[in-house]
Each structure stands twice: as structure tokens, then as C-alpha cells.
């Protein structure tokens, strides 16, 4: 068996690979799963964001959100108010934690996780 991420060897019983930290599990389930990952206000940060992304070799879709701010619950209104656009942009499941520290490790306040609280 193989880590489907760094393709380390790993014995049957390994649910965490011990060289990546990659959870091995419903990878086949989990791998076709896109989650919505957060919100970027502008198209320069969000293209810098999806780049960044794929140098990790995190693969992730970037969605404009134009003059959409209805998501009930996320406080988009505010943090975007001076913004004229909103990109959605979306990682496979498995990958949301690593994107999400690596998008607050180069963004910072740039970006805004879909899970943070307000
Ligand atoms: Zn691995």
C-alpha cells in the first residue's frame, strides 16, 4: 500500500502516513469531494492564492462571486464591503487544513476561511 500523496510505503493498519501526515482512509470518496475553502477579494490575491496553492500541489478552483454577498451566516458584507469582487475559491476535502495554513501563512488578511468564525 502507498500514500496517495508522497507514494510512501505504508502497512495496512497505517491510518496517518507517517512521512506526510497524509490521513489514508475514504481517499477514493474524500478525493472527488470539493469543499469551499474561502473567500479572496480580489483577483490578484485570489490568482496569487491559486498559484500558491499549486506549488504545494494542492489543486484548487477559483470562483467569482461578482456582486454576490448572500451567504447567510459569514460576515462577507463587511469584510468586503469596499470590494466590487469575491472570488470563491475550493479545495478536494482531504486538503482543506494544509491549504488553510498555507493561505494564512502567505495571505494573511487577504483571504478569509470559510469555517472562521466571526
Ligand atoms: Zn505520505
Known amino acids: 500500500m502507498l500514500c496517495p500523496k508522497?507514494?510512501?510505503?505504508?502497512?495496512?493498519?497505517?491510518?496517518?502516513c507517517n512521512v506526510c501526515g497524509f490521513k489514508i482512509g475514504k481517499v477514493t470518496e474524500t478525493e472527488q469531494a470539493w469543499v469551499l475553502l474561502g473567500y479572496i477579494s480580489?483577483?490578484?490575491t485570489?490568482?496569487?492564492?491559486?498559484?500558491t496553492l499549486m506549488?504545494?500541489?494542492?489543486?484548487?478552483v477559483l470562483m467569482s462571486k461578482s456582486g454576490f454577498f448572500g451567504n447567510a451566516g459569514l460576515a462577507l458584507t463587511s469584510f468586503?464591503?469596499?470590494?466590487?469582487?469575491?472570488f470563491e475559491i475550493s479545495v478536494p476535502a482531504h486538503?482543506?487544513?494544509?491549504?488553510?495554513?498555507?493561505?494564512?501563512?502567505?495571505l494573511g488578511s487577504g483571504w478569509r476561511s470559510a469555517k472562521e468564525e466571526k
Not at 508522497?6 to 496517518?16: M, N
Not at 486538503?95 to 502567505?106: D, G, K, S, Y
Open 55 to 60: 506549488s504545494f500541489e494542492i489543486p484548487s
Open 80 to 86: 468586503f464591503s469596499n470590494s466590487d469582487q469575491l
Open 95 to 106: 486538503l482543506v487544513e494544509e491549504a488553510t495554513e498555507i493561505l494564512n501563512n502567505t
Open 42 to 44: 480580489d483577483k490578484i
Open 46 to 51: 485570489a490568482d496569487f492564492a491559486n498559484e
Open 6 to 16: 508522497c507514494r510512501a510505503e505504508l502497512s495496512e493498519d497505517d491510518t496517518t
